[in-house]
Nanobody, 123 residues
Framework: QVQLVESGGGLVQAGGSLTLSCAAS????????MGWFRQAPGSGKEREFV??????????SYADSVKGRFTISRDNAKNRVYLQMNSLKPEDTASYYC??????????????WGQGTQVTVSS
């Protein structure tokens, strides 16, 4: 069983920066593909992909909406994945979730999810 705990959310002004962290426990972290997702407030809002990183950080991928502003990284020695968010916009306001794709790696689905951390960007 894998547990994921996000931290680092908060309130920030537009143009500001935040770094989210996700601590993983259970299993072997370096075997997991990791991702960040977000869900904006309001009914009917679906959880959307933000970024993903391969097991050893060689490959990353981003949603077009965050490309050039957000950076995903990981530290396998610390069992953590990070999301550095710069030039934040009000539309980035959402609950942010980290997720783990455990072996066998599917490249399309995630097996475990954290509880989320709230990011609010004021205009």
């Amino acid at each position: 069983q894998v547990q994921l705990v996000e931290s680092g959310g908060g309130l920030v002004q537009a143009g500001g920066s935040l770094t989210l962290s996700c601590a993983a426990s259970g299993g072997i972290f370096s075997q997991y593909r990791m991702g960040w997702f977000r869900q904006a407030p309001g009914s009917g809002k679906e959880r959307e992909f933000v970024a993903t990183i391969s097991r050893f950080g060689v490959r990353t991928s981003y949603a077009d909406s965050v490309k050039g502003r957000f950076t995903i990284s990981r530290d396998n020695a610390k069992n953590r994945v990070y999301l550095q968010m710069n030039s934040l916009k009000p539309e980035d306001t959402a609950s942010y979730y980290c997720a783990a794709d455990t072996p066998p790696i599917s490249d399309s689905e995630y097996d475990y999810w954290g509880q989320g951390t709230q990011v609010t960007v004021s205009s």
